[in-house]
């Protein structure tokens, strides 16, 4: 599709999910033979590559199908930093849409001008989502970019005011859209036209959209001074429980909920382990007393096959000591009582 008339006539670049939207607004610019350069960003909270969520899904299908590059850009601390002090607010939940938004556009600005594009392009539709698409909030983020005239979103075009890329006409603006709301009626007419295939279902957002990870990542920020990637690298896996204020318990679901949270394990995390059963892997993080491991083998002890039994032994490790208890199995209202949801 892109430089069928062998001429090259701009350069844009893309925010790429990999989702449809997105996916259209690249490919309404390449049939205007305009080349395309796309950024997938990544950050800690769910948008890998391996997700099929609507922001993280593998972008390198379509580029190689349809003929565009696409960078793939970690946003790690500056992203984390803004999640725990957005400027903008939080949704529904711990997402911060409007602040992430703004990072996004400014990081690819930079992009844009060092590569001497012409201008951004995105998958978004006025009036979509709630916090980072209606109306103003559109030319909010675009301000705040400092990208005034200089992004357009292919698919609402019609419904804004003209960008500099039509306005000089770089860009044909009848050939883009003016769709507006939830409905993908019309996005799905287009994926037809495009001889789109493979798109991942709508989805919410990224984990910060999520509530039962929205309450671990409020439970963290309120009780830690500082929050380090494996910190929330392990919020991502287990059960997690709020025991008091000093003192929280991670007990893995699953062989590769175990594994995750192994793999978050810290110096000075506390490891607990059911003995004589399959016991799950089971992390104390905090200051915890003698009560506190008591309560923690308890709960751990729950989640094995030795669940109903009076008495089962825990061992309890860490750099520092290796001790061996005796609990009883924490019953559910324990364990309703204290379970992050
Ligand atoms: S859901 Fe919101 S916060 Fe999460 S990646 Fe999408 S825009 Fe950013």
Redesign the pocket.
């Known amino acids: 599709m892109y430089n069928k008339d062998g001429k090259k006539r701009g350069h844009a670049i893309a925010l790429f999910s990999g989702g449809l939207d997105s996916a259209l607004a690249i490919l309404m610019i390449l049939q205007q033979n305009i080349e395309v350069t796309a950024i997938t960003f990544m950050?800690h909270?769910g948008?890998d590559l391996g997700d099929r969520s609507?922001?993280g899904s593998n972008p390198y299908p379509a580029a190689e199908k349809f003929g565009f590059n696409v960078k793939l850009m970690h946003l790690g601390q500056k992203f984390v930093d803004l999640v725990l002090n957005p400027q903008y607010g939080r949704?529904k939940n711990m997402?911060?849409?409007i602040d992430?938004?703004i990072l996004m556009l400014k990081e690819a600005k930079e992009l844009m001008e060092m590569v001497n594009a012409d201008f951004i392009i995105t998958g978004e539709v006025m009036g979509q989502r709630p916090?980072?698409q209606v109306k103003d909030k559109l030319f909010l983020v675009q301000n705040q970019a400092g990208l005034k005239g200089k992004l357009l979103r292919p698919l609402s075009a019609k419904l804004l005011p003209p960008t500099q890329a039509e306005i000089d006409g770089l860009v044909d603006r009848e050939l883009l859209e003016g769709i507006s709301g939830r409905s993908r009626k019309r996005q799905l007419e287009l994926a037809k036209k495009f001889n789109l295939e493979d798109y991942p279902n709508p989805a919410?957002?990224?984990l910060?959209?999520d509530s039962g990870y929205s309450n671990r990542l409020h439970d963290l920020i309120q009780h830690s001074e500082q929050i380090n990637f494996d910190d929330l690298n392990l919020l991502r896996a287990g059960r997690h429980f709020r025991l008091n204020p000093d003192v929280k318990i991670v007990v893995g679901r699953d062989e590769q909920d175990n594994n995750a949270i192994l793999a978050c394990k810290q110096s000075h995390h506390y490891e607990l382990e059911v003995l004589d059963v399959g016991s799950p892997v089971t992390l104390i993080i905090g200051n915890p007393t003698e009560n506190d491991f008591q309560f923690a083998g308890a709960i751990s002890a729950r989640y094995t096959s030795a669940r109903k039994e009076p008495i089962v032994k825990v061992r309890i490790t860490n750099e520092e000591k290796s001790e061996l208890i005796s609990v009883k199995p924490a019953d559910d209202s324990l364990i309703d009582k204290i379970i992050l949801r």
């Open positions: 950050t909270f948008c609507s922001c949704g997402n911060i849409c992430c938004r916090m980072s919410s957002g990224c910060l959209t």
